[in-house]
């Protein structure tokens, strides 16, 4: 038998998962010995703030380096006040198991040397998916892997160098980019996604067309299903960008294309990865060397809505699986049992979130999945801070399970109170009417009595059970534009007279019908049966009490916009009357 | 047999869960004949907004009975938008369950008819508690019961004749009588309250202190553990109120110390009652004969932690039951599973919310319960917008079950954000491993990489464990008051030099003992071993950290203060260093 020695706990990269597992093993531990290893000077820094260090709302980037109680997270920090070592600009090279080592080399002076260990943990995070196209290579060419790139961003746009830029790709960290530019700096800024719409496979249709009239209204180019081709330059110096479509003027080229595991290190040790590249792990963050543990960017964790093993590079999850694999290097057997995908992100004055799946993603992953698509007042709407927000709640019509909650209104933690509870009910298999009688603290300045995320349910339940038959906000759009695409449909317009008199005036009686909603039942007869109704009102609310009246007439023609008019205000679109 | 007729539907009641009922009633089954009776001419108001009318926040009082789309919810509406029948100032007098008839009287000519139903709902809701004691009935002295008392209310005070005034009951509605009293209308206002903190049994006392000194900030006075003895009168007008320790000068005395079921109607009918007068119900709503049902004020509910029915009269559950109900009368099976009490008020420039049982109520209960006090940040340290808040989690150390969680901000929809999280996962038995992998929608502008809703499940999970040993911070508070109490006791301030400065100045190095944070590791062999060392940072994070070390070196007399100097500051205390 060996002396008794302190546990050596070697830990691979020092950015979130890494920090947060050797800190929280250490203190299980006092007694092992502690070591994170990173190639950057800098670490354990919010790179979820680099957006709000460029747009200047976080003035410095020390503050994405400092604890709340304003230390600067160093090596120095790290040895005094965590007990734990770190070695930086140190780059691993290789993991030899059966010796237990890593072999590291200095990145300055490389040297290399040999460390052992008896725990390992690789959080080795990910990296930014660069397009291959020509011209990536140039200077002024962006990818945000790390601080010292958002430096540098920060310093030329400060320097007045930048009067027009190109984000490519719209997901969170191109819109978020796309915010900072032109917010404080007032940057030229175009955003542009291959995909035709924002946000892809993240949120629906209605709710990215909601946010890309937000970033329009503030003076962003948002081009949609249009491809980068080419980034342009002279002189080594990018000038600009070839797409599918145009070419744009560009001082600086931003790409956020999505980020990629990084797990060569795992996979030339021999660790099982994925098919997507990332290293598999068990509930207890166990690679397939049970002495190997790894967190964060660089893993996949299961989703908890289908099942499956899914890639979701967030900041928030790698320090809860850091926590969870730093317990269980210490022998506590706790467990990370997965993710719903929660999002949320400001846009400008606007707040956009989402859980679970959406229905594209549901419905390519098989499920019988609908949606209830919701525009109500997020508190008493007699209370003077009221506004309107906009949900979209996703289930599956079979097992009325919900699969997913997406949100977008004024900035704010309103969406985040519905989303955040949607989550928690989410991950334990809530259905519809769960979502139905789910408990939102209650008061006039902070809810309804029926809370938006229960009036959502309660949608969703009527058109589950066939009590509401709908027209999706796409078709209605289109419809909209071109009246001859289903000549049989009239418009029933319910609300106020003097809401309705101006589309009447621009649409004319053939296509739109003004009935007031208290009216209906005096007055259904003057409708015609022959036609499809499309029943409009506000939110779908009122709309739906008349499409349940005309159905026990027996003029069962009527689909009801969900959403109503105040999701069409927010996508924005020509026709609207003036 | 009958001729086929329609059914025909009687509910009694029609502020809240009665038209809530009616309404689904008359979807679900648009040939069905739905009644509503009430005694008052007033119906289908937000009685939750009494408050905010009274302050003015609310200008209107036809604003609390209008709809979303400004239709004022009158007999009117209900009969032509609805298709619903509404009897206003008709009495119920008794139900007749052999004959399915309510026997009515109309309030102002006295005539009573009868009137049958097969089906037939209770709404009959709750009446204020009036505490017995004498000057009661004087001129000046209001409940809430409706909105003819506080538009009368509001009428006294608009007209000048209120200049001080004494709330009676520190629960929600007294705290916002006291706020809508004191903000616009700058009556000088006392709150009273018989037990020693002001929201007994729903908060615990960290929270209620907090809001103790908001209010007296806001120049409230906030009596505590102070009975209300007589109302004082002259010329039959309230002129103040004799309490158990002074006599305070009033021209409005407001009773706000609860409310009780309405439930003669149901008694003397014979259904069964629970032994606090609350009709009992299943879970579909139904009362223990099946063709009555009942919703909302007057009913019972199971609270789904404890599992026992309690009594939760708030107006997002009278919807809710009432949905159920209307569901049920139509023949669609819907549960109302029960409730967790959620609670949240807005208290000037602060906001408290609670869900599940308090510490006091779970020991009560005869759990084996515990509490982690916390003060995080609300969203990313680094974002401009970011706040100290404060959370409360109660949980069971036996079973490692959540049973609640109380929290403490500023206005806003930040403490909602956890608190319906938290409900939600509460609502389906979640423990503290589940509260800690929790997933919260992570942006730095909305929240933590770690959610201050899992760093509270974090510090629950090490007391739990054992790891983190505290002292409750009222035993902390009591030993500021009087060292003498615990002379083994010193404070270990772990602040920076600057902060701890002032405190040792104050209270000497016997008692207060600076040692930096960072410099534990190199400067423990300074510390008494012999002393019980206070550990003392902000929040207590850093706090546990030291704990942790100092027991590996064998230094195992240190108890942490959860929630640190952040609470103390908030709590505001005398002995404080300017």
């Known amino acids: 038998m060996s002396d008794k020695k302190a546990e050596r706990i070697v830990i691979i990269g020092g950015v979130a998962a890494g920090p947060k597992a050797a800190c929280r093993v250490k203190r299980l531990m006092q007694e092992a010995e502690v070591t994170i290893i990173d190639e950057d000077s800098l670490i354990s820094y919010g790179g979820c703030g680099i957006p709000y260090y460029i747009s200047g709302d976080v ?4 503050e994405l380096r400092s604890t709340s109680f304003h230390m600067i997270r160093n090596e120095s920090f790290f040895e005094h006040a965590k007990g734990v070592k770190t070695m930086t600009l140190t780059r691993a090279l290789a993991i030899d198991r059966q010796k237990k080592v890593v072999q590291v080399e200095q990145v300055q002076s490389g040297v290399r040397q040999e460390i052992a260990y008896d725990k390992l943990m690789l959080a080795t995070g990910s990296r930014p998916f660069m397009l291959p196209i020509p011209g990536v290579d140039l200077d002024g060419v962006f ?11 920060k310093k030329r746009i400060a320097s007045g160098k930048v009067a027009r830029a190109v984000v490519i790709g719209g ?3 191109g819109v978020e980019m796309a915010e900072a530019l032109t917010d404080l700096w007032q940057v030229k800024t175009t955003l542009i996604e291959f995909m035709d719409q924002l946000l892809p496979r993240i949120v629906d249709f209605p709710m990215a067309a909601m946010l890309a009239r937000q970033l329009r209204d503030k003076e962003v180019t948002v081009l949609l299903a249009e491809g980068a081709v080419e980034v342009l330059g002279k002189d080594g110096k990018v000038t600009g960008l070839r797409t599918s479509h145009r070419t744009l003027e560009a001082d600086l ?3 956020a294309t999505g980020v990629r595991p990084r797990s060569e290190l795992a996979r030339d040790a021999g660790l099982q990865l994925s098919c997507l590249g990332a290293i598999v792990v068990n509930e207890r963050m166990q690679t397939s060397d049970p002495a190997i543990y790894a967190a964060g960017d660089c893993i996949e964790v299961r989703h908890l809505v289908s099942g499956k093993k899914f890639y979701a590079p967030l900041g928030s999850l790698a320090n809860k699986e850091g926590r969870v694999a730093g317990d269980n290097m210490a022998g506590i057997p706790s467990v990370f049992k997965g993710a719903v995908g929660s999002f949320i992100m400001k846009a400008f004055d606007s707040c956009i979130a989402a859980t679970g799946l959406s229905h594209d993603v549901a ?14 007042a997020d508190r008493a709407h007699f209370f003077p801070t009221v506004n309107n927000v906009v949900f979209q709640m996703v289930f599956d019509r079979r097992t009325r399970r919900v699969l997913g ?14 989303i955040d509870a949607a989550a928690a009910l989410i991950s334990t298999g809530g259905t519809i009417d769960d979502f139905g009688t789910l408990e939102m603290a209650y008061a006039p300045p902070f809810s309804a009595a029926i809370d938006s995320i229960n009036a959502a349910a309660y949608v969703a339940d009527n ?26 449909w009239i418009a029933l317009d319910i609300r106020h007279p003097k809401e309705v008199e101006p589309f009447v005036l621009k649409f004319g009686t053939k296509k739109w019908l003004g009935v007031p909603y208290n009216e209906i039942r005096a007055r259904y007869q003057e409708l015609p049966a022959d036609k499809t109704l499309i029943v409009l009102c506000d939110a779908g609310t009122r709309s739906f009490e008349i499409q349940s009246f005309l159905d026990s007439v027996e003029l069962r023609n009527s689909l009801v916009l969900s959403g109503g008019f105040n999701v069409v205000r927010k996508i924005g679109v020509d026709w609207y009357p003036q």
């Not at 003035?59 to 020390?62: A, N």
């Not at 990818?143 to 961003?153: D, F, G, R, V």
């Not at 419905?363 to 109500?376: F, Q, S």
Request: charge should be negative; glycine fraction near 10%; proline fraction near 5%.
């Open 363 to 376: 419905l390519a992953e098989g499920y019988d999945a609908d949606v209830a698509l919701t525009a109500p």
């Open 143 to 153: 990818t945000l892997s790390n601080l010292h790139k958002a430096i540098e961003i």
């Open 253 to 255: 080229v931003i790409m």
């Open 59 to 62: 003035s410095d980037e020390s």
């Open 405 to 418: 909650l997406q949100g977008f209104g004024p900035m704010g933690d309103g969406i985040s109170a519905r």
């Open 171 to 173: 997901g969170a960290i």
């Open 463 to 488: 058109i589950c059970d066939g009590r509401l038959r709908k027209i999706p906000m796409a078709s209605f759009l289109q419809w909209m534009e071109d009246f001859s695409g289903q000549p049989d």
